[in-house]
């Protein structure tokens, strides 16, 4: 054994051997418990950063450890390689998004394999690869022919610089969320996912998913955003129209005043007067080119503009005004919206500007609204009034009473409404998989035939960025023939969005070499669904929903029989460092700054807040720099150390350096004790001295609460802590040559805790320990109850509820000798001097308050 710690020689050597031996590529077998443990795999971007450090290494320590455990572990590697990043690259770049992805892809595939962790790489896939779409494209064709995929006209969300439709989740702060660019409306026909047909039992089992976070479960239950209410028509007067509504208050429909419509409202240019169709168009015009989401923010200022049409209240025949609203949105309910302005603060605030007519309907208890003098709606319960023969009643009954009402006369019905809409699933860019749908003159929208997929992206283009997708430019692409007629016909040119890719590569990775469907049914159901899922809090209403979606799909489709992909779910926290920038050249790089100044200008480094890591800030580390000043298992480490996983991770290089010298502790600990632990027994615990069984103690404890720590609470940073303490308690062992085998029992059990952290160093030292075998055939250590038996106890001892000192006695000592060492003890004595003792009370193996006066 080397006398000095060299990280990088040995693991090399150690990641050599590993890729040579593949000693993680695994297979089903029924006679070992399954662990199927993932991560969310990461876009090619080219090189990984210490996000990917930390959530790979997250994961690796929980595959290592059920490893270790007995378990038959699948832990597998891919690449969500499809999307607009590559061809925005690949405009900047001047290359192909093919070839930029591909070598990203190597890269990155090298310095997973330089963190060494413990990857299945036998059942590495690529998202781009067409032995993975084609079966993405059979299952689109499946969900066609049941409905659940469908093309329609919609306004769009619309990315004038990626030149493509977003979905409604990939719009931030009305921002494109890739490129930041301010999103735009836009009408266009697209491909929708009919997801809303799973709305309530996706929304039925967040309450059946014990091993997910509150706080994903509710975004993902607010996303769904089920409402309970009445479907109501208002007949529009002198016309043979009517407008539905959806309202979840039909108590107050006595109190409906006027109607609001969302201007992209399909009635709103049949219910326009002539007289009035100038003003109507200005005013759809520049809300559509307004902000979109700022339209439903309660701060936004309330606007409409009348179409000169009016609406029948079917409870009482009241002529109500037709409004368009710029608060009102298609995108949920009806796009219409009965307005009371007296219970509802957006109708109020609107009525009050264009001086509409008030009528409370709903009285609280002990109070008189009067519309003249009300400042605000009043949204909460009470009393009907003016609400004809319902007067009266408390608005939660008046609410069945008037849906039933509404019902008997044939003007509505109850009803539920979703937040959730369908999945606009088409992206007009190129770096995507093709949708397989070909469009003929005479027979429509046809599908591919299955014997013909997969419908291969061409690599053969010219590729400039410009002008929207390239593929609608190809004609060796897009002209094609008709399945059915075979005359003439053009293929669909627009690809699915990359969320459609990940939301099923889970389920490819039990079978990915599969080629006769999308799964082997039988290996999904040995391995799925997946035991632990790992990765980012930002896709709870994106990626994790449709994933929900996609197996609940492919259930339905007999594909696979699964309810639901990932039994457990650990969102972790962002890898934060403070910003540091200089007044003339902006933000700085770590490496840009010497002595706290600007290298360039030698201005002095201004420092900022913590935030997450971002090339944007400079506020970033590279772990190829790290990974070769300290080694892989240094950053491993100090990312599992420095916070628990599902909190926010702050970079300090005093952490990493302190990793760093606990590791080569761990290595001169093994090194120095080689020859004095060389030939130790197996230890018999009836033949050791008290320093000998006080530090097995020890060894014990650790593995007990290091074993808990890792198993189902992710708490790595105190179990790595307690093994930083059995390290300091080993080396200040007294005796280390009378109780050898209780050294190298220590010894070997930091090597074995340690091994899922820090895998290189510790399968190096283990074999320098004269083990022939790999580690993780060592098995995980397990506690030996009789070991943490004390033969003493510490007892508090108090004065009057004080701590005035601590006493030690023999575990098995009775009330009077407890009683009798605390009254005796020096420090307590001193406070009973001039004292009577009136009372003595013990607390058995914990405390003694001693009563005086």
Same mark, same amino acid.
């Given at each position: 054994?080397?006398?000095?710690y060299?990280?990088?020689?040995?693991?090399k050597?150690?990641?050599?051997?590993?890729?040579?031996s593949?000693?993680?590529?695994?297979?089903?077998?029924?006679n070992k418990?399954?662990?199927?443990?993932?991560?969310?795999?990461?876009y090619?971007?080219?090189?990984?950063?210490?996000?990917?450090?930390?959530n790979y290494?997250?994961g690796?320590?929980?595959?290592r450890?059920k490893?270790?455990?007995?378990?038959?572990?699948?832990h597998?590697m891919?690449?969500?390689?499809?999307?607009?990043?590559?061809?925005n690259?690949?405009?900047?770049?001047?290359?192909?998004?093919?070839?930029?992805?591909?070598e990203?892809?190597?890269?990155?595939?090298?310095q997973?394999k330089r963190m060494?962790?413990?990857?299945?790489?036998?059942r590495?896939l690529?998202?781009?690869?067409p032995?993975?779409y084609?079966w993405?494209?059979l299952i689109?064709l499946?969900?066609?022919e049941?409905?659940?995929?469908?093309?329609?006209?919609?306004?769009v969300?619309?990315?004038?610089?990626c030149?493509?439709?977003?979905?409604?989740?990939?719009?931030?702060?009305?921002?494109?969320?890739?490129?930041?660019?301010?999103?735009e409306?836009k009408e266009l026909?697209?491909w929708?996912?009919?997801?809303?047909s799973?709305?309530?039992?996706?929304?039925?089992?967040?309450?059946k998913l014990?091993g997910?976070?509150?706080?994903?479960?509710?975004m993902?239950r607010?996303?769904i955003?089920?409402?309970?209410?009445?479907?109501?028509?208002?007949?529009?007067?002198?016309k043979?129209?009517?407008?539905?509504v959806?309202?979840?208050?039909? %108590?107050?429909?006595? #109190?409906?005043?006027?109607? @609001?419509? $969302?201007p &992209?409202?399909p009635?709103?240019q049949?219910l326009? /007067?002539?007289?009035?169709?100038?003003e109507?168009?200005?005013?759809?015009?520049?809300?559509?080119?307004?902000?979109?989401?700022?339209?439903?923010?309660?701060?936004?200022?309330?606007?409409g503009?009348?179409?000169g049409?009016?609406?029948?209240?079917?409870?009482?025949?009241?002529k109500m005004?037709?409004f368009l609203?710029?608060?009102?949105?298609?995108?949920?309910?009806?796009?219409?919206v009965?307005?009371?302005?007296?219970?509802?603060?957006?109708?109020?605030e609107?009525?009050?500007?264009?001086?509409l007519?008030?009528?409370?309907?709903?009285?609280?208890?002990?109070?008189?609204?009067d519309?003249?003098?009300?400042s605000?709606?009043w949204e909460?319960?009470?009393?009907?009034?003016?609400?004809?023969?319902?007067?009266?009643l %408390?608005n939660?009954? #008046?609410?069945?009473?008037? @849906?039933? $009402?509404? &019902?008997?006369?044939?003007?509505?019905?109850?009803? /539920?409404?979703?937040?959730l809409?369908?999945?606009l699933?088409?992206?007009?860019?190129?770096?995507?998989t093709?949708?397989?749908?070909?469009?003929?003159?005479?027979?429509?929208?046809?599908?591919?035939?299955?014997?013909?997929?997969?419908?291969?992206?061409?690599?053969?283009?010219?590729?400039?960025?410009?002008?929207?997708?390239p593929?609608?430019k190809?004609?060796?692409?897009?002209?094609?023939?008709?399945?059915k007629?075979?005359?003439?016909?053009?293929r669909?040119t627009?690809t699915?969005?990359?969320?459609?890719?990940?939301s099923?590569?889970?389920?490819?990775?039990a079978?990915?070499?599969c080629?006769?469907?999308?799964?082997?049914q039988?290996?999904?159901d040995?391995?799925?669904?997946?035991?632990?899922?790992?990765?980012?809090?930002?896709h709870?209403?994106?990626?994790?929903l449709?994933?929900?979606?996609?197996?609940?799909i492919?259930r339905d489709?007999?594909?696979?029989?699964?309810?639901e992909?990932?039994e457990?779910?650990l969102t972790?926290?962002?890898?934060?460092?403070e910003?540091?920038?200089?007044?003339?050249?902006?933000w700085?790089y770590?490496?840009?700054?010497?002595n706290?100044?600007?290298?360039?200008?030698?201005a002095?480094?201004v420092?900022g807040?913590?935030?997450?890591?971002?090339?944007?800030?400079k506020?970033?580390?590279?772990?190829?720099?790290l990974?070769?000043?300290?080694?892989?298992d240094?950053?491993r480490?100090?990312?599992l150390?420095?916070?628990?996983p599902?909190?926010?991770?702050?970079w300090?290089d005093?952490?990493v350096e302190?990793?760093?010298?606990?590791?080569?502790?761990v290595?001169?600990?093994?090194?120095?004790n080689?020859?004095?632990?060389?030939?130790?027994?197996?230890v018999?615990?009836?033949?050791?001295q008290?320093?000998?069984?006080?530090?097995?103690?020890?060894?014990?404890?650790?593995i007990?609460?290091?074993?808990?720590?890792i198993d189902?609470?992710?708490h790595?940073?105190?179990?790595?802590a307690?093994v930083?303490?059995?390290?300091?308690?080993?080396?200040?062992?007294?005796?280390?040559?009378g109780?050898?085998?209780?050294?190298r029992?220590?010894?070997?059990?930091?090597?074995r805790l340690?091994?899922?952290?820090?895998?290189?160093?510790?399968?190096?030292?283990w074999?320098?320990l004269?083990?022939?075998?790999?580690?993780?055939?060592s098995?995980?250590?397990?506690w030996?109850?009789?070991?943490?038996?004390?033969?003493?106890l510490?007892?508090i001892?108090?004065?009057?509820g004080?701590?005035?000192?601590?006493?030690?006695?023999?575990?098995?000592?009775?009330?009077?000798?407890?009683e009798?060492?605390?009254?005796?003890?020096?420090n307590?004595?001193r406070?009973?001097?001039?004292k009577?003792?009136?009372?003595?009370i013990?607390?058995?193996?914990?405390?003694?308050?001693?009563v005086v006066?």
């Open positions: 054994m080397q006398e000095r060299n990280p990088l020689e040995l693991e050597k150690w990641q050599t051997q590993w890729m040579e593949e000693p993680w590529k695994v297979s089903e077998d029924g418990p399954k662990y199927f443990l993932l991560e969310m795999f990461p090619p971007s080219g090189r990984i950063h210490m996000g990917h450090v930390r290494s997250i690796d320590v929980v595959a450890f490893r270790l455990q007995g378990y038959n572990v699948l597998p891919g690449w969500d390689a499809f999307g607009m990043p590559a061809e690259a690949a405009i900047q770049h001047g290359t192909h998004p093919a070839i930029w992805t591909r990203n892809i190597a890269n990155m595939r090298t997973l060494g962790l413990s990857y299945d790489w036998s590495e690529a998202t781009c690869d032995e993975y084609r993405e494209q689109f499946k969900m066609f049941k409905g659940l995929a469908y093309k329609k006209s919609a306004a969300n619309w990315c004038p610089q030149e493509t439709v977003l979905a409604n989740e990939q719009v931030e702060d009305e921002c494109c969320w890739r490129c930041e660019n301010k999103v409306l026909d697209q929708f996912f009919r997801i809303t799973y709305a309530e039992e996706l929304l039925e089992w967040t309450d014990p997910w976070p509150d706080s994903v479960l509710t993902q607010n996303w955003g089920k409402s309970t209410g009445c479907d109501i028509d208002f007949a529009v007067d002198g043979d129209e009517t407008i539905r959806f309202t979840t208050r039909p %108590d107050t429909l006595f #109190g409906a005043t006027f109607m @609001s419509l $969302a &992209e409202h009635l709103v049949s326009t /007067v002539p007289e009035r169709s100038e109507v168009e200005a005013f759809i015009k520049r809300i559509k080119s307004g902000d979109q989401l700022q339209r439903s923010s309660d701060e936004c200022e309330k606007e503009v009348f179409t049409t009016y609406c029948i209240n079917p409870v009482n025949g009241a005004p037709v609203a710029n608060f009102v949105l298609m995108g949920y309910g009806t796009g219409a009965m307005a009371v302005p007296t219970h509802d603060q957006r109708d109020f609107f009525a009050r500007k264009y001086d007519p008030m009528q409370v309907v709903i009285q609280p208890d002990g109070e008189v609204l519309p003249a003098t009300m605000e709606a909460g319960s009470g009393a009907m009034v003016n609400s004809g023969s319902f007067d009266g %408390d939660a009954t #008046g609410k069945e009473k008037i @849906s039933a $009402a509404i &019902e008997a006369q044939g003007s509505g019905q109850r009803s /539920v409404n979703y937040r809409r369908d999945w699933v088409s992206r007009q860019r190129y770096w995507g093709p949708i397989p749908v070909i469009y003929c003159d005479d027979c429509g929208a046809v599908p591919v035939p299955e014997q013909d997929l997969p419908v291969e992206l061409p690599t053969d283009i010219e590729f400039t960025g410009e002008g929207g997708s593929l609608a190809l004609e060796s692409f897009v002209n094609t023939t008709c399945p007629c075979g005359q003439p016909a053009r669909e627009d699915f969005d990359t969320f459609v890719e990940s099923w590569y889970f389920l490819r990775y079978s990915p070499h080629d006769t469907a999308p799964v082997d039988s290996a999904v040995y391995w799925l669904p997946a035991d632990q899922y790992i990765g980012g809090v930002e709870a209403v994106m990626h994790l449709y994933a929900r979606f996609w197996t609940k492919l489709l007999e594909m696979i029989s699964l309810d992909p990932f457990n779910l972790q926290g962002m890898v934060c460092m910003t540091r920038s200089c007044p003339e050249h902006g700085l770590p490496e840009e700054i010497k706290d100044r600007c290298s360039r200008c030698d002095v480094a420092t807040r913590n935030e997450k890591m971002s090339k944007s800030k506020n970033v580390i590279d772990p190829d720099g990974i070769n000043r300290y080694g892989a240094t950053a480490l100090f990312t150390f420095a916070a628990p599902e909190k926010d991770l702050e300090n005093q952490g302190g990793c760093f010298r606990f590791l080569n502790r290595w001169r600990l093994v090194y120095d080689l020859a004095t632990i060389e030939d130790a027994g197996d018999d615990a009836t033949m050791l008290p320093a000998a069984r006080d530090l097995r103690r020890q060894v014990h404890r650790t007990k609460k290091v074993t808990q720590d189902g609470s992710f790595f940073n105190t179990a790595i307690a930083m303490e059995l390290v300091n308690a080993l080396y200040a062992a007294p005796d280390k040559e109780s050898p085998e209780v050294l029992e220590g010894i070997e059990s930091v090597v340690l091994a899922p952290f820090v895998p290189h160093l510790c399968e190096e030292l074999h320098n004269g083990y022939e075998n790999c580690l993780e055939e098995g995980w250590p397990v030996d109850e009789d070991a943490l038996v004390s033969d003493t510490l007892i001892v108090q004065v009057n004080k701590v005035r000192g601590k006493v030690t006695v023999p575990a098995d000592a009775d009330k009077d000798l407890v009798a060492t605390a009254l005796a003890d020096a307590v004595v406070f009973l001097e001039g009577d003792v009136r009372k003595v013990v607390v058995p193996g914990r405390l003694v308050n001693l006066g």
